[in-house]
């Protein structure tokens, strides 16, 4: 199978039973997204397919063939880090790290939404854009869990980028 991994054309050759974080971990040495679970019930290992967000320890690599994966790693440019990166740092929106990986890329995929106009559970006007309220960035990111409590400072850190990016974002 051929997929792009973080930009990179990536050909393999896995078992058809093979996940697609076990597949970024195991077999390309990219050990950002991390395997909290193993049942999509955490969120660290969330990349972005397609620039969707996905549990990868749901997904089969088979079938991300001739697909764009974008994991943690593929988040910064060469020489700095994303806005968001830089946020999180910024607003000490990580305490042991373990989640970090996978609430970075939900967080790049959830502002990515929100500029496509798509609403969430708790969003009160459909035919508005949605405001990044507190309330709003939680719903939001509730797959993605942190056993540290940094909740605060992940929502400052991506209130912040998100004012930066010109989505709207209030408290």
Known sequence: MTVEINGASRELTLDN???LLD???EHLDLTGAKKGCDHGQCGSCTVLL???RVK????FAVTVDGRSVVSVEGLAGPDELS???AAFIAHDAFQCGYCTPGQLCSARGMLDEVSRGWP???????NS???LTDAEIRERMAGNLCRCAAYPHIVAAVRETAGASGTAATR
Do not use: E, F, I
């Open 17 to 19: 039973r093979t996940t």
């Open 23 to 25: 597949a970024l971990r």
């Open 50 to 52: 397609d620039g969707r």
């Open 83 to 85: 806005p968001l990166q």
């Open 56 to 59: 990868s320890c749901l997904v």
């Open 120 to 126: 969430s559970a708790v969003t009160g006007d459909l």
């Open 129 to 131: 854009p949605a405001d």
